[in-house]
């Protein structure tokens, strides 16, 4: 099913009802999207762009496909919509990444980490 855009409010509910959550992206920062789909225990597909590849480990927690590559793309969906085992394991894997790599509490330790470092810098000059 293909639902189309979404007010942010419900994107909870349908994370939580889709069985995997393809990245199509041309160009990508850090994708919140993708990290949300993987604290939601869900398998990622996603376009080796940007910063997807730091998110998603290939073959680890979804797949990771060349972008403006639409039967790649669908080649992987397609495999973990067939292999519920793998989907599940995938998905498992994508939620314990996320947790233990993109918490907000873990982005705060290796933000404040590299302030000090920066700053232990600067007082050693």
């Given at each position: ?35 949300e ?40 969906a ?7 085992p ?40």
């Open positions: 099913i293909f639902g189309g855009a979404r007010a942010p409010a419900d994107m909870p509910a349908v994370v939580a009802a889709s069985d995997v959550v393809v990245l199509p992206s041309l160009q990508e920062a850090t994708s919140i999207a993708g990290l789909a993987m604290a939601s225990g869900k398998p990622l597909v996603g376009t080796s762009v940007g910063g997807i590849p730091t998110i998603l480990a290939d073959g680890e927690t979804g797949f990771l496909v060349p972008p403006r590559d639409p039967p790649a793309l669908a080649a992987a397609l495999r973990l919509l067939a292999d519920a793998l989907r599940r394991r995938l998905g498992a894997s994508a939620r314990t990444r996320a947790v233990a790599e993109f918490s907000w509490d873990r982005v705060a330790e290796r933000t404040l980490a590299v302030y000090r470092q920066v700053l232990e810098q600067a007082c050693a000059n």
